[in-house]
């Protein structure tokens, strides 16, 4: 064999897979499918199909780069898309670029986003509720921009590991707060901009960055200006801000110039009012700081104070921590910069959030060690068309022993489960739904592909089914910890009883799953049937929402709501109207969350008349912290952070309240219980290192 042949034959067979499989990854495939699907009708998107034989990098769908059979970019902006992107953004590790500038996607930036995007412009899409924690997790972002939407809320301190990002645009939002203190580690950020929000307090954190461009005008800063930038002209009359924003194309009356990628050049602009900077009528709006690069004349702009009022659910409510804050009361008077120009400071109102009260630095939570899985769970690893297994009712009757007393695990208003041991060693959960109660049986099996298409680390997985002989069986993963109901509520049992940091990580991860039906599946899923025994606990305690999905399949498309209410985990408003929606999720939530935290049933006629609803008992005692610790569940024994047991009523607070439209969404709960962990996790390291 000649040698130039041996050459050809090694090549061949070193690289000749990647000739002959030109597929996508499985994975990247079944994302862009789904986010596909989950658009309304995105015909702007040439080649792309949710069909399951569409190829992304084999058919060069339109915006989308591959290298070998992974995607790398996603470049989608400005095609006028609307509806969602979709659940499974997070199976797109080889992506770093995603560009879903200028499109009209609106509603929650999902809290599952590319793991290891380094550029990520959300720019222009009308997004509201809050920046997503999940954020934090993107170590190797460079650039940011989620300019021009409707994010409300204060921003999370979730900036400490963001060492790379060199690029951060949040302007022209309603956010509102002081600067989070782990700004201080963007380490490698050259240009922010923060114009047009809400933020308060001083901008001291940004004093060491290695900014080269900052622009901070229409907010409400006060303090003093940074050792860094005195000695900066100031030129009042100017309004030509700051050059080379990353802002996008702005949709409002400002003066931006759209580059078609969703990156444009940006000016200060003036205020809306049309009004010159300058000093004016008592007050300081913001600061515009600009830095040449090369280290030409730098510019202060004083700007007019210009109000918003913010719109978000939360910010309705008249509720007031347990531990207020301590507002520090502000100079009247900033310090001045090196020209004699007055800068006057205004009061800031305080705007009720689901953002908790500063930590105790001098008290730990007990219990178990909250770990940092609580701020974003591990994600189950799963093929990209997951297909589901269809049993034999034989198969099952061996499992189950004829679905024996002995493998009875529950019984509820829909179905009964039993424990079922199959040959192959697994032992799975089976539900034998009341045939009696569907709404049509040729339903079921339509419904088996929706319900086993749901993908989150805390939604029970489907893992078969089985429909013979007028039986409909769901067979689930199995969990061996049983249901919440069971730790908090079952006599006479060895395990010993949740700690503190337990309670919170099941209420984290329950947030969570309901997050996802409500705000990551398209429609919205509403469960209808949010309880403790619908709330499985693994081996390491993490909860999984189980009975999703399957509401719809019940003869009376509210099956199970009387038997919600009575027992106390119903809404009040879905015992009138019969309907339930996301709001009466969330209250049921919230019981639950009072289940956790008493240690109590939602209803129980064997306490005393005033003490039978555990709602109506509870709240009124919410907003007394002496009260609070009372009926806190004695089997706590004491071992929980005062603390951070008032932002855990806070939250339980706000999801039951007796008006719909005053409850969170839950991805705001979700928010409030990140906090809550991340304070009680600074809390205890403080707590450590003083012991040291």
């Known amino acids: 064999m000649s040698l130039v042949v041996k050459v050809a034959l090694l090549f061949f067979i070193l690289h000749g897979c990647s000739f002959i499989n030109a ?3 499985p994975s990247d495939g079944s994302a862009l499918r789904v986010m596909y699907s989950s658009l309304n009708s995105p015909g702007q998107l040439t080649k792309w199909s949710s069909s ?14 591959c290298s070998g059979n992974r995607v790398t970019e996603i470049q989608i902006s400005g095609l006028g898309l609307s509806g969602s992107m979709g659940y499974q953004l997070m199976s797109l590790t080889s ?7 200028n499109n009209n996607l609106g509603n929650q930036i999902p809290y599952q986003l590319p793991p290891n995007v380094k550029r990520l412009s959300l720019a222009g899409n009308g997004f509201t509720g809050v920046l997503p924690y999940s954020v934090s997790q993107i170590t190797s972002l460079q650039y940011l921009n989620v300019s021009h939407n409707q994010i409300q809320g204060e921003l999370n301190d979730m900036f400490g590991s963001l060492s790379s990002l060199n690029t951060l645009d949040i302007s022209f939002n309603s956010m509102t707060g002081k600067l989070p203190q782990s700004f201080k580690s963007l380490t490698s950020m050259k240009k922010i901009y923060l114009q047009n929000n809400q933020f308060t307090g001083n901008i001291d954190v940004l004093a060491n960055l290695p900014l080269d461009d900052l622009n901070i005008e229409n907010n409400q800063f006060t303090g003093g200006i940074p050792e860094k930038f005195k000695g900066i002209m100031q030129k009042s009359n100017s309004n030509t801000g700051s050059s080379g924003s990353a802002a996008p194309a702005n949709k409002s009356t400002q003066s931006h110039k759209s580059g078609g990628n969703g990156n444009s050049s940006s000016g200060g602009g003036k205020s809306d009012s049309g009004e010159k900077s300058g000093i004016g009528g008592g007050g300081v709006a913001g600061i515009v700081i600009s830095v040449s690069v090369v280290g030409a004349v730098a510019v202060i702009c004083i700007i007019k ?4 009022k913010s719109s978000t659910d939360i910010e309705k409510l008249d509720v007031q921590p347990f531990v207020p804050e301590s507002h520090e009361v502000q100079d009247t008077k900033l310090s001045q910069a090196p020209s004699t120009v007055s800068m006057e400071a205004t009061e800031t109102p305080t705007v009720v959030s689901l953002r908790p009260p500063p930590i105790n630095t001098h008290k730990s939570i007990g219990g178990d060690d909250i770990s940092e899985k609580l701020i974003v769970p591990q994600k189950k690893t799963r093929t990209a068309e997951r297909k589901v297994v269809q049993f034999s009712i034989e198969d099952v009757q061996i499992a189950t022993d004829s679905f024996s007393v002995e493998n009875l695990i529950g019984d509820g208003s ?3 489960v039993y424990r079922a041991h199959f040959d192959n060693g697994k032992v799975l959960a089976v539900k034998k739904l009341y045939s009696s109660e569907l709404r049509n049986p040729e339903d079921f099996l339509k419904m088996i592909p929706e319900i086993s298409q749901l993908d989150h680390p805390n939604v029970t997985d489907l893992i078969g089914y089985c429909s013979e002989d007028e039986q409909h069986l769901l067979v689930y993963e199995f969990h061996r910890n049983g249901s919440l109901h069971d730790f908090l509520h079952r006599i006479d049992e060895d395990n010993s009883p949740l700690t503190w940091d337990s309670r919170v990580q099941i209420a984290l991860g329950t947030a969570r799953a309901l997050e996802y039906l409500h705000e990551a599946c398209s429609p919205s899923l509403v469960h209808k049937n949010i309880k403790s025994e619908n709330i ?3 081996a390491d305690l993490n909860p999984h929402l189980s009975d999703s999905g399957l509401a719809n399949l019940m003869a009376d498309a509210d099956q199970g709501l009387n038997h919600n209410i009575e027992s106390g985990y119903g809404a ?4 009138i109207s019969g309907k339930c929606t996301t709001k009466s999720d969330v209250y049921s939530f919230g019981v639950v969350m009072l289940e956790l935290c008493t240690g109590r049933k939602p209803f129980d006629s064997s306490r005393p008349r005033s003490e039978q609803s555990l709602v109506r008992w509870a709240t009124p005692q919410l907003h007394d912290i002496d009260a609070l610790e009372k009926m806190v569940d004695p089997a706590l024994s004491g071992l929980y952070s005062v603390k951070s047991l008032s932002r855990f009523a806070d939250v339980i607070a706000l999801c039951v309240q007796l008006e719909p ?3 969170p969404p839950m991805s705001e709960v979700v928010q409030a219980l990140v906090r809550l962990v991340q304070r009680a996790n600074m809390s205890k390291r403080l707590h450590n290192n003083d012991q040291d």
């Open 23 to 25: 597929d996508t990854d």
């Open 661 to 663: 439209e005053f409850r």
């Open 95 to 101: 992506v770093t670029n995603f560009d879903i500038s």
């Open 414 to 416: 829909i179905g009964s």
């Open 305 to 308: 104070k210009r109000r918003r």
């Open 536 to 538: 499985l606990l693994d």
């Open 572 to 575: 009040p408003e879905a015992a």
């Open 52 to 65: 399951e034989g569409g190829d992304p990098c084999a058919e060069s769908w339109k915006g989308i780069t």
